[in-house]
């Protein structure tokens, strides 16, 4: 069961033309995949959603312009915990901007675990995320879904997007990751040394804390021979002064394709 809400109804005016432009009921079909339980007692289900043509959604780190993806599931029946498992994004083009996120069909897996083992799971959640075409409109999903335990057969969508998850540092032969930090009057300036092979097209570096009070700008990255280099800012959202763990540090490598996702660096 699906319902759609406009967080910011002032947009709604920008999604329609004389000419009759096309509306945000028909621009997004989001649903729960029932998915399956597995041996070890978690249950694997997922979020699909469909975009009309033209329009793209936000990955995990939307990048500079986009709005990132919330999930509640407080409403929900004998549930401990939600992990979103995210497929590979790609990097988007978004007026001067490059944004991260998908487009067409996207299904995000969602691992379960439940509070009662071998019970049912009602999973009753507000998604919120932003859809964007020539504008981009922040919307919230009410959805709900029972999960039983009696459901043991793999759903083949979910299987193929839990397979286009980023590649491992260690899947992808990441040989050495080193981050460099100094003080700018800005915030800390970052430099990302990886060295490992290239992934094909322009690569885009994406780098994350795990501390939500810092706010983390789009890396310029570059490649030299065997090493990628990435260059960001960090600062904290309401100017004060902060320190950073690099074991806490995330950088995603996005390719031709491909992604790889690396957990932390070392001084360098």
Known sequence: ????TLICAAVFGLLWSPAGAQSIEDAIEARLLAGWRAPDGSHMAALQLDLAPGWNTYWRAPGDAGIPPH?????????????????????????RHTTIGYEGRVTLPLRIRPSAAGQTVRLEGEVEIGICREVCVPIR??????LPPAKTQPDPAIVAALASRPYTAREAGVREVTCRLSPVPEGVKLTASITMGPLGGTE??????????????PAQTRRVGD???AETV???INGKSFAIQRSDLRITVLGRGEAVDVQGCRAG
């Not at 069961?1 to 759609?4: A, P, S, T, V």
């Open 234 to 236: 960090l600062q904290h």
């Open 227 to 229: 090493t990628l280099l």
């Open 71 to 95: 999930f509640d599931w407080r409403g929900s029946q004998n549930l401990r915990s939600v992990e979103v498992e995210w497929p590979s994004p790609k990097a988007l083009k978004q007026g």
């Open 204 to 217: 885009i570096a994406v780098v994350e804390s795990s501390n939500p009070q810092l706010w983390v700008a």
């Open 1 to 4: 069961m699906k319902r759609l």
């Open 141 to 146: 999903l009410d959805l709900s879904q029972a």
